[in-house]
């Protein structure tokens, strides 16, 4: 078996090029690209101007989740002592 080994490798070969070259490669592209500004020196200003245009939306979707978070655990809390800790029984239909 460790004379077929590299046969097998070769095998293997386009499937992790396509890899490299479809994922691995533009998400390192985007990563870099992410950290720099338009002169390639290092820099935050794309994660500023993302949150100066999508702030609020970041801000009201919070509100979103924390807000339907309590509201079902309320809710799940009061259906919990209305049981009583009894077996709840529920319609079929």
Do not use: C, W
Request: glycine fraction near 6%.
């Amino acid at each position: 078996m460790p004379e077929r080994r590299p046969v097998l490798l070769l095998l293997v070969a386009p499937a992790l090029a396509m890899v490299l070259v479809l994922f691995v490669y533009p998400l390192g592209y985007s990563l870099v690209s992410a950290f720099t500004d338009r002169s390639g020196q290092p820099s935050l200003a794309n994660f500023a101007k993302t949150f100066d245009l999508y702030g609020t939306d970041i801000a009201f979707t919070l509100v979103i989740v924390v807000a339907s978070t309590a509201l079902i655990q309320s809710i799940g809390k009061l259906r919990q002592r209305r049981s009583d800790g009894k077996a709840v029984a529920r319609d079929a239909g």
